[in-house]
Each structure stands twice: as C-alpha cells, then as structure tokens.
C-alpha cells in the first residue's frame, strides 16, 4: 500500500512539471498591441529554451502576407546569423511613401544558441502596420542542437480557444486621431483588457494552468504525507507480567 501511495504521488508531481513547462515556453511578441497604423515599431520575439538537454539554435518568424507589414528589418549585431526571405503581394500596399509590391515573409536566425535554462529576444523594425485587421498571427519555429525543433503555428479557433502551441499574436487596436489608413506615427498602446482578444485568451488559459498545477502539487504533497504516515513503525502495547 505504501509503495503504491509513493508511485501515485511522483507520478502527479512529474505530471505538475511536465504541464508547468508547457504553460511557460511559449514563444511571444512584444508589445502584444499597436495601434492600427503604426509607422515605427519594434517587434520583440521573446524565446525560451523548453529544453533540458540542447540548446536553441535557430527560429524561423512567418510573417502575414494578407494583411502584411509594409517593411521589416532585423535588428543588427545579434550575434545570430539573420537570413531575409521577401514575397511578392497579390496586391500592392500603397502607402505615402510609394507602392509596396513584395515584403518581408520569413526571418530566419541561426548560428548562435540559447543554452539550456535560458531565453532569447529577436528585435525587429516594422514599419506600416496594416489597417484592416484586429490581429496578426507570426507562425515560429524553434531548432533545437538534438535535431527535434518546436513550431509555435497553431492559431486559436471557437472550437479550440487555447492550442498547445499558439503561434504569437499582435492585437491591433483601432488607429490613434481618426487615421484613414495610410500608415502614420503613433504610438504604442497598453494590451486591450478583451476577454474576447485571442492574447487574454492564451493570458487566462496560462493562468488557469498555473492554478491546476499548484492544486496538482498540493495533491502530491498530501499523497506522499499519508504514504509516509501509513508505513511508519507502530508501537504495539505489551501485557504487564504478574508477579
């Protein structure tokens, strides 16, 4: 019986820790909002490493091409190798600084590392935030030195609000002093409080992880104390003699 309490009991703390480090090694974008519009911004791709026995060595960030960004650049001295992939728009931005026909599509990282235990952060300027749409969705990839690599594409849905493996979201909100659509400055915004905004989705759906695995752990705890309690040596009462 004891035995059987003590397996119960590690089995829930593994399952604790397993979903804890499913909870945090999301891939994200900060901020998690701009403005619609906005002409300036950096875009900063925050990445974990979720491993416990390789290093990340690469990430490959999708960006949209139906609503698209008018200009993207990486920002220098990294110390990762950045590799630019451009498309062409099946239909031009025009902007006040001239007609966009391509855009940036992919940036991929390679040649540098995230150790074990750590993160890493990937700035990227963009330029001309579209106005036609309330989100953007940038599908990650991360590469990790064992071969295995972790993609971050899953978009949520009604039928699936909160997937294993979110791609990272940008809310935009609507445009600052009434703009009509052409880029313009403006300036960042705090992340909208919508419960309906897929990133308070993914916000609550951490949180609420976070609460089951403390109850998880408080669980074990209890199991592992009762299976120590049951197995503790009994003192067992011995008849007085008569003289």
């Known amino acids: ?63 949209p091409l139906t609503h698209p960004i008018v200009a993207l650049n990486p920002e220098a001295g990294s110390g990762w190798t950045v590799a630019v992939h451009s498309s062409s728009l099946a239909k031009p931005v025009i902007t006040d600084d001239g007609t966009f026909a391509s855009t940036v599509s992919e940036i991929d990282w390679s040649n540098s590392s995230i150790p074990i235990g750590q993160f890493g ?55 600052g002093g009434g703009s009509t659509g052409s880029p313009s400055t403006s300036s960042p915004a705090t992340p909208p409080s919508s419960a309906g905004s897929a990133t308070g989705a993914i916000s609550s759906a951490d949180n609420g992880l976070a609460v089951a695995a403390l109850i998880l752990a408080a669980f074990a705890i209890a199991v592992a104390f009762l299976a120590v309690w049951l197995g503790r040596p009994r003192l067992v009462a011995r008849p007085q003699s008569e003289d």
């Open 1 to 63: 019986m004891r035995s059987k309490l003590i397996v119960s009991a590690l089995s829930v703390l593994t399952l604790v820790m397993l979903w804890s480090g499913v909870a945090e090694g999301h891939v994200t974008v900060n901020p998690a909002s701009l403005p619609q519009g906005t002409s300036d911004a950096v875009l900063t791709f925050r990445v974990p490493n979720e491993s416990s026995t390789a290093n990340v060595i690469g990430l490959h960030i999708q960006f």
């Open 121 to 175: 952060e990937f700035n990227v300027l963009a330029q001309g935030l579209p106005s036609g749409t309330s989100l953007l969705t940038f599908k990650a990839v991360q590469l990790y030195s064992d071969g295995t690599s972790v993609s971050w594409i899953q978009v949520p849905t009604k039928a699936a609000p909160n997937p294993p493996r979110p791609a990272p979201t940008l809310t935009l909100t609507a445009p």
